[in-house]
């Protein structure tokens, strides 16, 4: 079945150390988002990739980075972890026209990532 | 700033019960809009959608949603909830031709036997 893949499910990691996330689909889309979901919250948009094209949000933090090495792939960079990002972090894609109207998003399960 | 809002935080059941979960959101040009839901210990999937057309559409599981322009609302509706139904649901808008989702804060179903 074509899906949307997030490995690992949970992630630990220490305090101001680097720790990457990634995400993987088979659905052949070409626009991938991350979101983090801190508890009880609302998902929020960090960042989306449209084919190539990276787009910031303007409150993502520097210390967030996303890097999509092809169409399938999408990893999630966190360069100094701190407690505040422990949260859900939810991958995903979409199959986007430029002159059309957006399209259905297609979620992974999401990355727990837990900060020591 | 656009945003979506859902009043009901959390709304407790009995199964055969009607359900009628609100979201409104603020943009006020062309939107299209998403109900998605979150079962226990699963990702989020999609419940259905409008983009145009009849504004009353239907989804999954017996859900359906009726947008009213007017009011700036998408609600979600089942005439008789089931004990399965419980999950947390999520509405979310885009923006005309952008890609942003924007969701609002979720409403957790609880229905009980």
């Known amino acids: 079945d074509a899906m949307v893949i997030q490995n690992p499910r949970y992630q630990v990691t220490q305090f101001g150390k680097p720790v990457t996330l990634s995400c993987s689909q088979t659905?052949?889309?070409?626009?991938m988002y991350w979101y983090q979901q801190k508890s009880s919250q609302a998902p929020k948009l960090l960042f989306h990739?449209?084919?190539?094209?990276?787009?910031n949000e303007a409150d993502t933090p520097d210390n967030f980075q996303s890097r999509r090495p092809n169409t399938s792939f999408c990893f999630l960079d966190i360069r100094s972890p701190g407690l505040g990002d422990a949260a859900m972090y939810l991958c995903?894609?979409?199959?986007?026209?430029?002159?059309?109207?957006?399209?259905?998003?297609?979620f992974g399960p999401g990355t727990r990532l837990l900060v020591l | 700033a656009q945003s979506v809002s859902q009043h009901n935080h959390h709304v407790i059941l009995s199964e055969a019960a009607s359900l009628e979960l609100g979201c409104n959101y603020s943009?006020?040009?062309?939107?299209?809009l998403f109900w998605y839901v979150q079962y226990p210990g699963q990702h989020l999937q999609l419940l259905l959608k409008?983009?145009?057309?009849?504004?009353l559409v239907k989804g999954i599981k017996g859900f359906e949603a009726e947008f009213i322009k007017s009011k700036f609302s998408f609600n979600l509706r089942k005439p008789s909830v089931q004990w399965s139904d419980t999950a947390e649901y999520f509405c979310?808008?885009?923006?005309?031709?952008?890609?942003?989702?924007?969701f609002g804060t979720g409403t957790r179903l609880q229905v009980t036997l």
């Open positions: 995903a894609t979409s199959r986007e026209a430029r002159a059309g109207y957006g399209e259905t998003q297609y």
């Open positions: 659905l052949n889309h070409n626009v």
């Open positions: 990739y449209y084919d190539k094209d990276f787009n």
């Open positions: 943009y006020g040009g062309t939107v299209n």
């Open positions: 409008y983009f145009s057309g009849d504004p």
């Open positions: 979310a808008v885009k923006k005309g031709t952008a890609s942003k989702l924007t």
